[in-house]
């Protein structure tokens, strides 16, 4: 949205002005919500019959009787659940959003159960055909490759993305975004030759003769995904639109964008002042827009009651299943012939104790991204410190995917106040090759231990880190409750977690952790009325909770999407 950020108010008046203000014309009046469960997650998970609703607001919540009562004669609209359950609206702990959009420009090169992509060939088969319909010289730009899904078992080369396309340069981004493969071209536009130095923090794999494979790893690969990911006006309008309709349909009433730059933070401001984003936000800075707001140096001019500041987010080490995690012990199968290869980190511990430090001292929450053992103990060093020099009560500080995390950690992250927010997903979607490649059956059994932080006391949220993997709420919901791999596996029993205690890591805790608990998250008399109504209950069929649809999405006391419409 860089390049063409002045134009999206022209393009607002001429495109989609009708509907901006048919919608924003329209006050939600009084609505009765009853004749099912109400799952309202306050603090004692009370579950009510009927909630009455005027305007944005939650006016009642209880007994039928008693909320009528409420009424006081007025007239009310009425909604039968006809025993559907209403529940709050879900809330992204983590994401990136418009992320899952960007497939409706860019090319998806998902492998099952997320996509259709086997082999390295059908890679090199749809940047073809991508390529046959783009203009020579413009980029090329494909997303969510697995090369541990491919039938090779290898990354694709820059000599297999030349197969598809000489005349564009090309580039595709690894499932984890933190790793990406560019052809020729790409390399060349990019610098990247014989002679370019890997940079701090990342790596650019070279081949037995050193040549550049085309596979760039974590800093190496920022500057060229930063830069591919920066659609035109319309295509992002397009990615917004497309990613707005998806997390409405999953219950999602408040999304999460996070490491986000300035341009993108304006731009998602104004596109929510001006109606096109439907749903709340949580936008989290990323170090520089951070640092420059905490400064004054940067004023995004949120609309409070639409989009919200959260954590400045910090990224201390990559991807597990990049082999860029950084652990304490080596990985289960290292990627080469090193049989102590254990990751590395993005930062080093004593920069990032500086860098934690200062925004601390700035007063901002902090999100820091650790995967692996090894950079979750530098952060916690470098929370601990800044707590130590500074102490401030209450920081919520927090640690995104905490994906390894040690009893011992664990056991800081209460000491500390720290909030896990643990990417559970992970023993769905990678559990299988946790346990027999990348982690070993223990630890695999271990990673986003939810009963671990339980037993501490610890409030954690949990999420799905999309456009990584979809943004599905339920079936995140199941995986913490059944830790059940694509094969079949159990991955590690003891760390399951209930049905109730997962519902609240998608909404009161997840709202604890963005600071908004006291406006949204629970089903309360004075909060928001973000809501989200299911065919059934989670609660009854654990073992059945991804199955579970979505029939309507209320914003605000707003039906923004209903299932059969």
Request: proline residues 6%; without cysteine.
């Amino acid at each position: 949205m860089r390049r063409a950020l002045p134009w999206v108010v022209i393009v607002a008046v001429l495109v989609l002005l009708p509907y901006v203000i048919a919608r924003w014309s329209q006050r939600p009046g009084r609505v009765l919500y009853l004749g099912g469960p109400v799952l309202t997650m306050d603090a004692d998970n009370r579950i009510a019959d009927a909630v009455l609703t005027d305007g944005d607001r939650i006016v009642a919540v209880g007994n039928e009787a008693e909320v009528r009562s409420s009424l006081g004669g007025r007239s009310v609209r009425t909604v039968e659940l006809e025993g559907r359950v209403l529940m709050p609206g879900f809330i992204d702990a983590h994401g990136h959003f418009p992320g899952s959009g960007l497939t409706a420009v860019m090319v998806d090169l998902n492998s099952p159960p997320i996509g259709s992509i086997r082999t390295i060939e059908e890679i090199v088969a749809k940047l073809r055909a991508k390529a046959a319909e783009t203009t020579k010289g413009e980029w090329i730009v494909g997303l969510g490759y697995d090369d541990s899904l491919l039938a090779e078992r290898r990354h694709p080369t820059r000599q297999d993305l030349d197969r598809a396309s000489t005349d564009h340069p090309i580039a595709i981004n690894h499932v984890s975004g933190h790793v990406g493969v560019l052809n020729s071209s790409g390399l060349a536009l990019e610098g990247v030759d014989e002679s370019t130095p890997d940079p701090d923090g990342g790596r650019i794999v070279r081949d037995t003769s050193g040549s550049a494979t085309g596979l760039l790893e974590e800093e190496a690969a920022q500057r060229w995904i930063a830069a591919r990911l920066q659609p035109s006006l319309l295509d992002g309008l397009r990615i917004v639109r497309s990613a707005n309709a998806t997390y409405l349909a999953a219950g999602v009433t408040t999304a999460q964008s996070g490491l986000t730059p300035r341009e993108l933070i304006s731009g998602l401001s104004l596109l929510s002042r001006l109606g096109f984003v439907d749903i709340r936000l949580v936008v989290w800075p990323d170090e520089d827009a951070g640092q420059a707001i905490a400064d004054g140096d940067f004023d995004p001019s949120f609309d409070r009651k639409w989009v919200n500041l959260g954590a400045t987010k910090v990224v201390a080490d990559g991807s597990i299943q990049a082999y860029t995690g950084y652990l304490s012990e080596p990985y289960h199968v290292p990627p080469g012939d090193d049989p102590t290869y254990r990751g590395y980190p993005r930062i080093e511990r004593e920069d990032l104790i500086g860098r934690v430090k200062r925004l601390h001292d700035a007063g901002v929450q902090i999100a820091v991204h650790g995967n692996g053992d090894a950079a979750i103990d530098d952060i916690l060093d470098a929370y601990e410190s800044a707590q130590k020099s500074n102490p401030r009560l209450d920081a919520r500080h927090i640690i995104i995917h905490s994906q390894m995390a040690r009893e011992d950690q664990l056991d800081r992250m209460a000491q500390l106040g720290v909030i896990p927010s643990f990417f559970v997903l992970h023993t769905y979607y990678w559990g299988d090759r946790h346990r027999d490649i990348f982690m070993g059956p223990e630890r695999a059994a271990r990673m986003s231990p939810t009963q671990s932080a339980l037993r501490r006391g610890i409030r954690f949220t949990i999420h799905t880190d999309t456009p990584v993997v979809p943004i599905e709420p339920l079936r995140l919901v199941w995986a913490a409750v059944n830790r059940q791999s694509t094969g079949g596996a159990v991955i590690g029993a003891e760390q399951r977690i209930t049905p109730m205690q997962a519902l609240r890591a998608v909404t009161i805790d997840a709202a604890h952790q963005h600071f908004e608990d006291q406006e949204k998250g629970s089903l309360e008399p004075g909060k928001l009325a973000d809501m989200v109504i299911l065919d059934r209950s989670p609660l009854t069929s654990p073992a059945e909770i991804d199955r579970i649809v979505v029939d309507q999405t209320i914003v605000g006391g707003r039906r923004l999407y209903r299932r059969d419409q």
